[in-house]
């Protein structure tokens, strides 16, 4: 599996795209930030997300997105921000036809910490080892980047478990009303 990692920002927005299987060793392929002006128009920032994004995918073919999913901030005007670029991210994708999932913050750090409060410096080191990399991504965007699709990979087999057994439960269902 190959999934796109998405750290939304309108000034970082960090990327990056691991392939592999849960239970065997994973492999980055790439990893980097699309930026954007903060002094520039909102609409044409958005924009030049969407560019980035879209090289991204054409570039890596993925076979998902992963998007950090956007939480509340006490900065509204950061948390727009986030919520737009990652809707950019989702449209592209969907566009695309590829699947999108979104993983909260926690979810990421405790899956490739151990810890859902772990900070910034312990995902970028344990991205760095789980990819054996050479050093942390730079900046911290992009080693998040990671984070999601490497968090993706590993829970992909159990929400894809969890997603049958509810389809079997709701045919089985139907099935019984259809009598």
Not at 55 to 76: G, I, K, T, Y
Not at 124 to 137: E, F, I, K, S
Request: charge should be positive; include cysteine; proline fraction near 6%.
């Amino acid at each position: 599996m190959r999934v796109l990692g998405v750290d939304p920002g309108l000034t970082r927005l960090g990327v990056g795209v691991v392939e592999g299987v849960a239970g065997r060793p994973l492999a980055m392929v790439g990893v980097g930030v699309v930026r954007t002006p903060a002094d520039a128009d909102t609409a044409l920032r958005l924009v030049a997300v969407e560019r980035g994004i879209e090289e991204w995918l054409d570039a890596h073919r993925p076979d998902v997105v992963a998007v950090e999913r956007v939480f509340s901030q006490h900065n509204v005007r950061t948390v727009m921000g986030t919520a737009q670029a990652s809707a950019v991210a989702m449209l592209c994708a969907a566009r695309r036809g590829l699947p999108v999932v979104l993983h909260t913050p926690s979810e990421v750090k405790a899956a490739v910490t151990g810890s859902g409060r772990a900070d910034k410096a312990q995902v970028g080191a344990m991205v760095t080892r789980l990819l054996r990399l050479d050093a942390p991504p730079k900046p911290a965007d992009a080693a998040d980047a990671l984070a999601l699709a490497i968090c993706h990979i590993w829970r992909a087999p159990a929400t894809n478990r969890l997603q049958q057994a509810v389809a079997a439960q709701v045919a089985a269902q139907r099935a019984g009303k259809g009598r």
